[in-house]
């Protein structure tokens, strides 16, 4: 059965695409649920005015990313974490760390999840991540770690109370 999607479908596809499924999962899943009407040629016709837009729109967003991608070539972010002796950080920097730089330092805000890294990085040094802004849009970046040793000479004070003791009679 021939039908046209009215939303996007996960594992099948787009609002606006034209499928071929079967009887039972249009009847008794898409259309009820309002995934999907039969595909007749009003619906044709609205199915390709969707498809026309979301190309258009697609377009549109993968100029923005482009445009991005230009600006951020060469960046380096720099981090200034605390080390312990050698060149090892007592946290790390993650993906989050990284998209909160990129939002503060180049005022462009990315999702984790387009961080491309291959493990959190947990030492001074020199690293490259991929930030993938959009489908076949990636650009990479220069991530240098800095290290600051916590100050020895510096103590922490420690207040002492004292323990009253309470003799009950």
Known sequence: MKVVLTSDVKKLGYRGDILEVSHGYARNFLIPKK???????EAMLHAKKVQAERIKSKAEIASKAS???KSLIGTTLTFVEKISTGKHLYGSVSET?????LKKQA???????Q??????IKEVGTYEVILNL?????VPLKIEVQGKEEDKTEKKT????????????
Not at 35 to 41: G, R
Not at 115 to 120: A, F, V
């Open 97 to 101: 760390d990284i998209a909160q730089a």
């Open 134 to 138: 959009y489908e076949g849009v990636a």
């Open 107 to 113: 005022k462009i805000e990315v999702e984790k999840k």
């Open 158 to 169: 420690v207040k002492k109370v004292a323990a009253k003791k309470t003799v009950k009679k």
């Open 67 to 69: 445009d991005i991608a």
């Open 35 to 41: 995934f999907a009407v039969a595909a007749d040629t």
């Open 115 to 120: 961080i491309e890294m291959k493990s959190h």
